[in-house]
Nanobody, 123 residues
Framework: QVQLVESGGGLVQAGGSLRLSCAAS????????MGWFRQAPGKEREFVSS????????YGADSAKGRFTISRDNAKNTVYLQMDSLKAEDTAVYFC????????????????WGQGTQVTVSS
């Protein structure tokens, strides 16, 4: 089993920045991919970005490119999502997920999920 705990969400003005963290514990050696998703009220869960457990490979949705950066700290078993130039439409609950294989945006391919952290961007 793998446990994921997100943190770093909050309220920020449009144009501002936030850094989300996802700490993994348990059988982390089984993880191949870590991903970030988001879900706004009334909408489906949306892929944001993913990174291989080694950190060598990253992949991002078009909505994230140029504004969001995914990274990881091997020593802390933690993945980060740096979000810059935030817009009102980025408001959502952000979820961290882990997959036992290398995957991109299909949420059904992820095996473990965190509880989510709320990001609210005021315009």
């Amino acid at each position: 089993q793998v446990q994921l705990v997100e943190s770093g969400g909050g309220l920020v003005q449009a144009g501002g920045s936030l850094r989300l963290s996802c700490a993994a514990s348990g059988r982390t050696y089984t993880i191949d991919t870590m991903g970030w998703f988001r879900q706004a009220p009334g909408k489906e869960r949306e892929f944001v970005s993913s990174i291989s457990w080694s950190g060598a490979r990253t992949y991002g949705a078009d909505s994230a490119k140029g504004r969001f950066t995914i990274s990881r700290d091997n020593a802390k078993n933690t993945v980060y999502l740096q979000m810059d130039s935030l817009k009102a439409e980025d408001t959502a609950v952000y979820f961290c997920a882990a997959s036992l294989t290398w995957v991109h945006g299909n949420p059904n391919r992820y095996d473990y999920w965190g509880q989510g952290t709320q990001v609210t961007v005021s315009s």
